[in-house]
């Protein structure tokens, strides 16, 4: 497969922003979608144990309940998709176990092939001092797919909104995750933006290259 040119990247890149006004005439189509829904299930995390979950609210009576809860964001109605990043709590062996099975499995492997592995996110995640602050590395892993996330769509066309700007306990509250390893982290709106966002055409704000990168 031919690699997309550099300068569609950028170009895509300097399309999209943090839309504040979406259509709400408008909705993803349903192959945008499952496109845009593989692309989290393959984001990359560490040791590949994927320490996440993600809702996917498209109900307008759900969206409307979670609106307040989003400092009243209207992009949480508004848009076509919003998509509620959740952590898995205090990860640890279950999940690590779990992550070998579905290893073995699609790589047609045994278990004890995989042990040297295994023994690597044992000591480090669920015995070593990482264990200390899992949910904290494990929440770093979710700004992984939401980057991931935002970048897919942006590539194909489909506006989007990165949202910490609302209430986690809230939010776990109405959507049933009180009694679940599952917690909110951050949200993210994707549709198609208002003709009428002044927003689309403001100049991104970025700092000069050679100030975010050196070479070495």
Request: charged share 25%; aromatic share 10%; glycine share 6%.
């Amino acid at each position: 497969m031919s690699p997309i040119p550099g300068t569609t990247l950028t170009q895509q890149l300097k399309w999209r922003y943090a839309t504040k006004k979406f259509d709400a005439t408008k909705r993803i189509d349903p192959i945008t979608w499952a496109a845009l829904e593989e692309s989290l299930v393959l984001t990359p995390s560490s040791y590949g144990l994927q320490p996440w979950k993600f809702l996917v609210i498209t109900d307008p009576e759900l969206k409307a309940k979670l609106r307040p809860v989003s400092w009243n964001q209207a992009q949480v109605e508004d848009c076509s998709h919003h998509v509620v990043f959740l952590v898995k709590k205090n990860l640890g062996l279950p999940e690590i176990e779990h992550f070998v099975d579905r290893m073995a499995e699609v790589r047609g492997v045994t278990r004890e092939s995989l042990a040297m592995y295994r023994g690597y996110m044992v000591g480090d995640l669920a015995e070593g001092p990482r264990s200390k602050i899992i949910n904290e590395w494990a929440t770093r892993q979710v700004y992984i797919a939401l980057g991931n996330f935002m970048t897919s769509a942006a590539l194909l066309g489909v506006d989007t909104c990165p949202m910490e700007g609302l209430d986690p306990a809230k939010y776990d509250e109405i959507l049933g995750l009180g009694d679940t390893p599952w917690a909110t982290v951050c949200a993210c709106p994707a549709g198609y933006r208002a003709l009428d966002d002044k927003y689309a055409a403001v100049p991104k704000v970025r700092y000069k290259t050679e100030e975010l990168i050196e070479h070495r």
